[in-house]
């Protein structure tokens, strides 16, 4: 969003035709424009309400009826926090006794929302000019909430009186494409973590698929999913990171929290075994946490395979960090083998999971030509090396 359309939204008459549109349907928005251009209204005033509304629809998953009230770009929204996810970092602050917390890199403002929420005095910064303008906006409900146009890193942090520092450095570039290397973040990864050693409460969020070799030894990593979708890890020092150094994560689903970390000596190792009575499917934050073998010790049971994030056991375990199937039968991976089976069986639905295996399962379901009413899952897989097909149901 441009400055010209940031500010006509925030004139009486713009802030007023926002608050008025209908909830936003994409079948709808050219006869709406139509009929707001009709009415005499500015047609650059009439495409900025209405991208904002379209945006409002979409940040909904991400921050519920609060974005409702709130101004966005398409950028930061793709980059901001979820509100669930936003509240944890919130807390970690609060818990370790930070007053003043600043948020270099705010974009539209949702942690520092968040953290505002949770008693916490915020100085945030952005260094685009119009994405500071919308955090204030964001944030005018908060009055101990300041927001400069600022770079964040040149802030004088003891001065400022802060004592926590969070910052969530861009990985994109100017094009949108994603960005792989630390030193090309902006700010630079290196670059937010030299403050830790002026202000100890040190907090990053960086996107889920970063290396572990990349991550300080002195930082608590925490990956974290929501409803089975890993949307980050968060980089914790200090008073922020009471586990102490290490990996954990943390899966969020619906209103459940469970968190599984390294033990004192490291993640968990386990071998490979046979396929028992049941397969357990750990959360993707367990697995880019590399704590699979943790899951294995928790329901007494092997991997599959010495490369593959499947876990298999004798024993049923309500285990929340995993999804537990029941084992219903095992065959060798064959595409005339496997649609006899199903044929027999009259399976018409077929739920299709894969790891370890060049298998495209949309492919695999054409060919199978699958005839019948009963529904099934399979999971393709290595066992011991070689490619099977476990037939399973959820427990």
Same mark, same amino acid.
């Given at each position: 969003?441009?400055?010209?359309?940031?500010?006509?939204?925030?004139?009486?008459?713009?802030?007023?035709?926002?608050?008025?549109?209908?909830?936003?349907?994409?079948?709808?928005?050219?006869?709406?424009?139509?009929?707001?251009?009709?009415?005499?209204?500015?047609?650059?005033?009439?495409?900025?309400?209405?991208?904002?509304?379209?945006?409002?629809?979409?940040?909904?998953?991400?921050?519920?009826?609060?974005?409702?009230?709130?101004?966005?770009?398409?950028?930061?929204?793709?980059?901001?926090?979820?509100?669930?996810?936003?509240?944890?970092?919130?807390?970690?602050?609060?818990?370790?006794?930070?007053?003043?917390?600043?948020?270099?890199?705010? +974009?539209? &403002?949702?942690? *520092?929302?968040?953290? %505002? /929420?949770?008693?916490?005095?915020? !100085? @945030? #910064?952005?260094? =685009?000019?119009?994405?500071?303008?919308?955090?204030?906006?964001?944030?005018?409900?908060?009055?101990?909430?300041?927001?400069?146009?600022?770079?964040?890193?040149?802030?004088?942090?003891?001065?400022?009186?802060?004592?926590?520092?969070?910052?969530?450095?861009?990985?994109?570039?100017?094009?949108?494409?994603?960005?792989?290397?630390?030193?090309?973040?902006?700010?630079?990864?290196?670059?937010?973590?030299?403050?830790?050693?002026?202000?100890?409460?040190?907090?990053?969020?960086?996107?889920?698929?970063?290396?572990?070799?990349?991550?300080?030894?002195?930082?608590?990593?925490?990956?974290?999913?929501?409803?089975?979708?890993?949307?980050?890890?968060?980089?914790?020092?200090?008073?922020?990171?009471?586990? +102490?150094? &290490?990996?954990? *994560?943390?899966?969020? %689903? /619906?209103?459940?929290?469970?968190? !599984? @970390? #390294?033990?004192? =000596?490291?993640?968990?190792?386990?071998?490979?075994?046979?396929?028992?009575?049941?397969?357990?499917?750990?959360?993707?934050?367990?697995?880019?946490?590399?704590?699979?073998?943790?899951?294995?010790?928790?329901?007494?049971?092997?991997?599959?395979?010495?490369?593959?994030?499947?876990?298999?056991?004798?024993?049923?375990?309500?285990?929340?960090?995993?999804?537990?199937?029941?084992?219903?039968?095992?065959?060798?991976?064959?595409?005339?083998?496997?649609?006899?089976?199903?044929?027999?069986?009259?399976?018409?639905?077929?739920?299709?999971?894969?790891?370890?295996?060049?298998?495209?399962?949309?492919?695999?379901?054409?060919?199978?030509?699958?005839?019948?009413?009963?529904?099934?899952?399979?999971?393709?897989?290595?066992?011991?090396?070689?490619?099977?097909?476990?037939?399973?149901?959820?427990?």
């Amino acid at each position: 969003m441009d400055a010209a359309g940031l500010s006509a939204l925030l004139s009486p008459q713009g802030w007023a035709l926002l608050s008025a549109l209908p909830p936003y349907d994409e079948q709808r928005t050219m006869a709406l424009s139509a009929r707001l251009h009709a009415e005499g209204l500015d047609p650059a005033l009439v495409a900025a309400a209405l991208t904002q509304s379209r945006l409002r629809a979409r940040a909904r998953a991400k921050l519920g009826d609060f974005a409702d009230g709130m101004l966005f770009t398409a950028a930061g929204l793709e980059q901001a926090t979820r509100l669930t996810v936003a509240a944890h970092h919130a807390r970690r602050y609060r818990d370790a006794g930070s007053t003043r917390v600043a948020d270099l890199t705010c +974009g539209i &403002g949702a942690d *520092a929302m968040a953290f %505002a /929420g949770m008693g916490l005095a915020v !100085l @945030a #910064t952005d260094v =685009d000019e119009a994405t500071a303008a919308i955090a204030t906006v964001n944030l005018r409900h908060f009055p101990d909430t300041e927001v400069r146009h600022a770079d964040g890193l040149t802030l004088d942090l003891v001065a400022e009186g802060v004592d926590g520092v969070y910052a969530d450095p861009a990985r994109r570039t100017s094009s949108g494409s994603r960005v792989f290397d630390p030193a090309a973040y902006a700010p630079p990864l290196d670059a937010v973590l030299a403050l830790r050693d002026r202000v100890p409460a040190l907090g990053l969020k960086l996107g889920p698929g970063v290396p572990h070799s990349a991550l300080p030894a002195d930082a608590h990593a925490q990956w974290v999913s929501v409803d089975g979708d890993v949307v980050e890890v968060g980089l914790w020092f200090g008073p922020l990171a009471p586990e +102490g150094p &290490g990996r954990s *994560a943390l899966v969020l %689903a /619906g209103t459940t929290a469970h968190t !599984l @970390a #390294t033990g004192p =000596d490291g993640p968990a190792h386990a071998s490979a075994g046979p396929v028992g009575a049941y397969l357990y499917e750990p959360d993707g934050a367990v697995i880019r946490a590399g704590l699979v073998g943790d899951v294995a010790h928790r329901v007494r049971g092997t991997l599959v395979d010495p490369t593959i994030a499947y876990v298999t056991s004798d024993e049923l375990h309500d285990e929340p960090v995993a999804t537990a199937y029941r084992v219903l039968d095992t065959l060798p991976f064959g595409l005339k083998r496997l649609r006899t089976y199903l044929r027999e069986r009259g399976v018409g639905r077929l739920t299709i999971k894969k790891r370890g295996t060049a298998v495209v399962p949309e492919q695999l379901r054409k060919q199978l030509d699958l005839r019948g009413d009963a529904e099934a899952t399979v999971v393709l897989t290595r066992v011991a090396g070689h490619q099977q097909v476990l037939v399973v149901e959820r427990v």
